[in-house]
């Protein structure tokens, strides 16, 4: 069992920035690539970041490419989610997900999700 905790999130106006993280507990963090999603009021989960279980590779959503960062620290089994020029429309629930072995931007892949985290940017 992967056990996540996010926390970071909270309200910006538009433009502003906000800095997420996530905390991993359970097994080998390394062993794990790891993901952002977020779910806004009536819509579905949708895939916003990824990164690879070395951080060789990141994969970013073009509505948050250039505005977006992850990170992870493998020896703090952190991910990060540096979210800058935040939009309204960034407004969701986001939550951290992990996956064993290669990454991939299809959420139904995840094993473990975290319980998320409010951002609410306003205009």
């Known amino acids: 069992q992967v056990q996540l905790v996010e926390s970071g999130g909270g309200s910006v106006q538009a433009g502003g920035s906000l800095r997420l993280s996530c905390a991993a507990s359970?097994?080998?963090?390394?062993?794990?690539?790891m993901g952002w999603f977020r779910q806004a009021p009536g819509k579905e989960r949708e895939f916003v970041t990824i990164i690879s279980r070395n951080s060789g590779s990141t994969v970013y959503a073009d509505s948050v490419k250039g505005r977006f960062t992850i990170a992870r620290d493998n020896a703090k089994n952190t991910v990060y989610l540096q979210m800058n020029s935040l939009k309204p429309e960034d407004t969701a629930v986001y939550y951290c997900?992990?996956?064993?072995?290669?990454?991939?931007?299809?959420?139904?892949?995840?094993?473990?999700w975290g319980q998320g985290t409010q951002v609410t940017v306003s205009s």
């Open positions: 997900a992990a996956k064993s072995g290669a990454y991939s931007s299809s959420r139904s892949q995840y094993d473990y």
């Open positions: 359970g097994r080998t963090f390394s062993n794990y690539a």
